[in-house]
């Protein structure tokens, strides 16, 4: 097989997530909403599934000691959300966000939108991205020509907040 696991709807929820074996993928990818509190960076997150196959609520929420706690030593994790690469400067230290739970999970560089960025637009620049580092462009590069390719593209309007993601090492 591809070695892909692809979790949706019902199947993308915190019991998912904690079960699998992360060591196993060199990607993780997160298509999901984030939330982002500037005064407490802990009680940032983002959200899986809230609601459960009979339709009762769970918690879906993925929050800093959730991500800290999670053994990822992945290549690449790739957080398509809205606001999640944004944290809080502390003191030089850099930023405190998900990027850096994902880091101290074992990941090697962590791919993160800025802030809120359109769906489609989101959707767009992710597939470009991963044509480009299938074709054997490095993370950077490849994240460099798409948001290139992006700003020139005719379709300004749609595309323009897809500007919003940085890579992390």
Known sequence: GSGAYVARGFDASREVLGS???????ILHF????????????HSG??????NTEGHRQDGFINMQDVYRLNAPVDLVVLSACRTGLGKEVRGEGLIGLT???MYAGASSVVASLWKVDDEAAKDLMVEYYRKLKRGAGRMEA????QLSMLKSTDQPKRKSSRGAEIIF
């Open 46 to 51: 983002f959200y899986l599934s809230t609601v």
């Open 31 to 42: 298509a999901t909403h984030g939330v982002l509190h500037p005064d407490k960076p802990e």
């Open 100 to 102: 850096r739970g994902f």
């Open 143 to 146: 994240l460099r020509q798409v």
């Open 20 to 26: 699998l074996d992360l060591s196993k993928f060199a």
